[in-house]
Nanobody, 115 residues
Framework: QVQLVESGGGLVQPGGSLRLSCAAS????????MGWYRQAPGKERELIAS???????TYADSVKGRFTISRDNAKNTVLLEMNSLKVEDTAVYYC?????????WGQGTQVTVSS
């Protein structure tokens, strides 16, 4: 059974930081592209960061320079460090694992940026 479990969301003030974590089980983690999407109320789901094993990171323009994705293949974990958070970063953040046409999702974690 595949599970992706996110943690680390919460409420933060503008300019603050959060670190999201996603723990994967039930997959050969190193084979998968890992990444993060987010979905704000009334908006489509947006790909914000991805990282294949041994590959290059990809970021959405909206988060480039502020967010950093990393992975630990020994711990089956992918992290998203979020700095200089803005109100418009408020969304549910979803971890995903992708291999070819197969994609798995986490349940999502809420990030709210508000003063």
């Amino acid at each position: 059974q595949v599970q992706l479990v996110e943690s680390g969301g919460g409420l933060v003030q503008p300019g603050g930081s959060l670190r999201l974590s996603c723990a994967a089980s039930g997959i050969t983690f190193r084979r998968y592209v890992m990444g993060w999407y987010r979905q704000a109320p009334g908006k489509e789901r947006e790909l914000i960061a991805s990282l294949p094993s041994g590959g290059s990171t990809t970021y959405a323009d909206s988060v480039k320079g502020r967010f950093t994705i990393s992975r630990d293949n020994a711990k089956n974990t992918v992290l998203l460090e979020m700095n200089s958070l803005k109100v418009e970063d408020t969304a549910v953040y979803y971890c995903y694992a992708k291999l070819g046409f197969v994609i798995y999702w986490g349940q999502g974690t809420q990030v709210t940026v508000s003063s």
